[in-house]
Every structure is written in C-alpha cells, then in structure tokens.
C-alpha cells in the first residue's frame, strides 16, 4: 500500500514503476514504446521514462461511449441536421 501511495506522488516514474501503475507486463510496454504508441522519454538513450499525468491521458484517450449516449447523439445529430422529426 506504501508503494502504491509513493507510484501516485511521483511525476516522473521508471520502466518498471509504469508496467506496475499501468498492471501491463514489460514486453507488452515495451511494445507500446518501440512502435511510439505511448509518451516516453530517454534522457540517456537507456533508461526509460514516463510522467505520471501523461499516463493517465492516455490511458483516457480512447472513451467508448454506452449504447444508450450513442443512441443520444445519433437523435441530436439527426435533429441538428433536420433529417429526423419527433
């Protein structure tokens, strides 16, 4: 738990504090790094970097919308576009 509350103070985190606060396995991270999938940074052309708030962007990137908010935006769409009339 004391690890866990230290991963969530730090901005900048390691390799392996990012497979940890991501719970993503080290091939899979570097995968996502060696195909710049995901923000990272070498200082050194070795170790491996990444800040904490660029993480949780984009681990929130991709939102998927429920059925029913799509089914929302669909109605609004075709009413902005006068092509659907309650």
């Known amino acids: 738990m004391l690890r ?4 969530l103070r730090k901005d900048v985190l390691t390799f ?6 991501l719970s ?3 091939s899979h991270l570097y995968k996502l790094t060696s195909n710049n999938v995901i923000t990272h940074y070498k200082p050194n052309g070795k170790k ?3 800040k904490r708030s660029e993480l949780d962007n984009w ?11 799509m089914d929302e935006m669909a109605s ?9 009339n309650i």
């Open 4 to 7: 866990e509350h230290n991963l």
């Open 16 to 21: 392996n504090e990012t497979t940890e606060y």
């Open 24 to 26: 993503v396995s080290s």
């Open 48 to 50: 491996i970097f990444f």
């Open 59 to 69: 681990l929130t990137s991709h939102k998927i919308e429920t059925n029913s908010k």
């Open 76 to 84: 609004d769409y075709l009413i902005k576009k006068g092509k659907f």
